[in-house]
């Protein structure tokens, strides 16, 4: 996929999800290239802020827009590339500064790995899966959010931005719970 | 490491180590700042390393920064390890 293309979905991806891109244009061109050039040697456009291992299954977490933009945003006003930011970061983009690391260290451990067992094939894939399933079971305790315009459901620490289905506001977003 | 690249410089008081992604838009900042400020130092894009050396340096730049994430600069072999892109932490540190 050409920068260009890969531009054009993660302005498609901001724009749904109520973010905006890297305000700065030197940090966007340098990040759409590193998608661009992940894609190729991966398959898949890992984040380029992270080292990936070439597995869907462990760089799953990472393929951009990664597992932790939203908290992310809703913490910072930043992913931990800065390629999607929030309206007041895009605002006053001189508060724009490297962010700590929320991938968990057992996430990218598991992922380094299975990096290693590929290459001396020390530890049998089925026990890497479930390690990394394990991991990612503690997400049950996310809140989930429901917009009470359209009826969309989303699991994050706090509503959206904009419903990404309806753009109902984010006061618009009620905390769900089943049963 | 002798995987390390030098990039020369005027500025050489401190050894100056970073480990970088040569897709990271962070990493290529801190390169062009410590080219700015014409401070010596050597990298390495971990991501273009052979597995074997991509474990190894993994674990050695995890000594300094146990979040293995990027960048990673290290000063004097360990005094003061700057994790990110800290433009005003770097300035006061290295010059």
């Known amino acids: 996929m050409s920068t260009t293309d890969i531009l054009t979905r993660m302005e498609t991806d901001a724009a749904e999800n109520g973010y905006y891109l890297c305000p700065d244009k030197e940090l966007l061109d340098d990040l759409i290239d590193g998608l661009s050039t992940n894609e190729e040697r991966y398959g898949y456009g890992s984040c380029p802020c992270r080292v990936a291992v070439g597995s869907k299954t462990y760089d799953g977490d990472i393929i951009c827009p990664c597992e932790y933009r939203d908290a992310d945003v809703d913490e910072f006003g930043m992913c931990f590339c800065a390629l999607f930011v929030s309206k007041e970061m895009m605002d006053d983009p001189s508060r724009m500064s490297s962010i700590p690391e929320r991938r968990p260290p057992e996430v990218q451990k598991a992922a380094m790995e299975y990096d290693g067992a590929m290459e001396e094939s020390k530890i049998p894939m089925h026990q890497l899966k479930d390690d990394i399933i394990s991991v990612k079971d503690r997400k049950n305790s996310i809140p989930v959010w429901r917009c009470e315009v359209c009826g969309y459901l989303c699991a994050r620490e706090y509503p959206p931005p904009i419903c990404p289905i309806c753009k109902a506001k984010a006061e618009r977003f009620q905390q769900f719970s089943f049963g | ?95």
């Open chain 2, 1 to 95: 490491m002798n995987c390390m690249k030098n990039v020369p410089g005027k500025n050489c008081g401190h050894h100056v180590a970073i480990y970088t992604l040569s897709t990271c838009g962070w990493c290529k900042k801190l390169k062009r700042l410590l080219k700015a400020l014409d401070i010596e130092y050597e990298y390495v894009d971990v991501d273009l390393l052979p597995k074997s050396e991509k474990e190894k340096i993994m674990k050695e730049a995890g000594k300094h920064n146990p979040r293995e994430s990027f960048p990673t600069l290290v000063v004097d072999h360990g005094k003061e390890v700057i994790v990110g892109f800290k433009k005003d932490r770097i300035r006061e540190v290295l010059l």
